[in-house]
């Protein structure tokens, strides 16, 4: 087996970055481990490596106030009058008869207009960059938090806030950064498995070989994690042109001392900010050993794939929003990164889901399995990737020995 990796080190999106004693994700990256043999199994091979279990802490900074998440299921802690109109036209949702058309319609006829036009929508749209209309009623699958009235007023009751919600509510995170489960994905391959710097820039079919700057390698079978559109353009098979999705630009920025204590991350719906989410890694990691106790964020914005960055700009804006929000006060920046994730949210249509099908069947017949986030261009976590892959390469096991 050989892993040809176009990048410099292999990790993908789940890779770290130490800068002037800070620790930083591709954004924060985060998991939540349904089943417990493969946390089990990871942990094993991270020996001496801290694995935090931390409660989230997460939150909606909505009008000045902070709303905990999700926003569908705290109302009650809006201002009484947005309160009111959020609950009348929750009652009196336009539901239909009809199924919904699209993911925006299903808010709108499952939460009704005012929670729709507060929080679901303009923060939906700030991360996809589309017209929520456009994409599939399923679009973020099970990471969307649904709730029908009866939860909404249910929550209502007094509770520990913004605990227990979700498909994250708590999750798991390794001192050394996200790029340590990779580095337990890694530990038992031979250490020439995986060749960096190394991209497949074509892929013949026919001849089943695949060529890269560097030489032509011959296949029985490629499992490939590129994007299904690039890989589709690898292997000259043409596709109709119905995948979109948006980048993502994170600023991860170190300052000189502590922000806000109680939070992982922050949610603005608020178009006249940049970013549609702010996370504080440093309430996430205990401060390494001899560092002060420093604020450490990750910024997201979102946008649409052929948009251009003037990074410098970009981030000025970005700290000025950070105070226009008091996050930032009178802390100095002392070191920042950035990373463009390009694609990062698909967008899932019922055009690109026929046509995510019909290709991945149509190379699979020729050996190559599309797999991953992008490989399958749909929404799921780390976990997602590494059950959907153990079941591929059983599969392949299975059907060689029954050959
Ligand atoms: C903003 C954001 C936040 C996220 N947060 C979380 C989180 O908290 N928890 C979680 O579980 N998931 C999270 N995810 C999802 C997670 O990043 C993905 O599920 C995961 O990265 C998918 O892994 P992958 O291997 O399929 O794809 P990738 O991580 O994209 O890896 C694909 C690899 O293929 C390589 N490659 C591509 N083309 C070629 C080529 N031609 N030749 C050779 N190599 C090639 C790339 O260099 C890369 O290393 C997040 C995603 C985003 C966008």
Redesign the pocket.
């Known amino acids: 087996m050989l892993v040809?990796?176009?990048?410099a080190e292999?990790?993908?999106?789940?890779r770290t970055i130490h800068r002037a004693g800070f620790v930083w994700d591709y954004?924060?990256?985060?998991?939540?481990f349904k089943d417990p043999a493969i946390e089990a199994w990871l942990r094993a091979r991270m020996p001496g490596q801290e694995v935090r279990t931390v409660v989230r802490r997460a939150a909606i900074r909505y009008a000045g106030r902070d709303i905990d998440f999700p926003f569908q299921k705290h109302i009650h802690q809006l201002p009484h009058d947005e309160f009111l109109e959020c609950l009348v036209e929750l009652y009196f949702r336009p539901t239909g008869d009809a199924p919904p058309r699209s993911f925006g319609d299903m808010l709108y006829r499952r939460f009704g207009k005012a929670i729709t036009d507060k929080f679901l929508r303009p923060y939906n749209e700030k991360l996809y960059a589309t017209d929520l209309d456009r994409l599939d009623v399923d679009a973020m699958g099970r990471f969307f938090p649904h709730a029908d009235i009866a939860d909404i007023i249910a929550n209502m009751r007094p509770r520990t806030p913004g605990a227990g919600e979700g498909y994250n509510a708590t999750f798991t995170y390794p001192a050394g950064g996200a790029v340590q489960y990779i580095h337990a994905l890694l530990r038992d391959l031979p250490a020439d498995t995986v060749s960096c710097g190394?991209?497949?820039?074509a892929i013949d079919l026919a001849a089943r070989e695949v060529a890269t700057p560097r030489r032509r390698i011959p296949f029985d079978r490629i499992v490939s994690?590129?994007?299904l559109p690039?890989l589709a353009r690898?292997c000259g098979m043409p596709h109709a042109p119905v995948f979109s999705a948006n980048k993502?630009l994170?600023y991860n920025l170190g300052f000189d001392k502590k922000g806000p204590r109680d939070l992982h991350w922050l949610y603005f719906p608020d178009r006249s900010l940049a970013f549609y989410r702010v996370g504080f890694y440093d309430n996430i990691l205990a401060p390494a050993p001899g560092a002060a106790d420093r604020m450490s964020l990750y910024v997201?914005i979102g946008a649409a794939h052929d948009a251009t960055f003037h990074i410098d700009t970009l981030r000025a804006r970005v700290l000025g929003d950070l105070r226009h929000a008091s996050i930032v006060t009178d802390h100095r920046l002392v070191s920042h990164h950035h990373v463009v994730?390009d694609p990062?949210?698909v967008h899932i249509t019922q055009a690109s889901l026929v046509e995510t099908a019909r290709l991945k069947a149509a190379l699979a017949a020729h050996g190559v399995h599309s797999?991953?986030?992008?490989?399958g261009w749909t929404y799921?976590?780390?976990?997602?990737?590494l059950i959907e892959t153990r079941a591929l390469a059983d599969a392949l096991v299975a059907a060689d020995l029954a050959q």
């Open positions: 040809v990796e176009a990048e292999p990790g993908g999106y789940c954004s924060g990256h985060f998991f939540h190394e991209p497949a820039v994690s590129a994007p690039a690898l993502v994170v997201e994730l990062a949210y797999v991953g986030r992008y490989g799921c976590s780390i976990e997602d990737n």
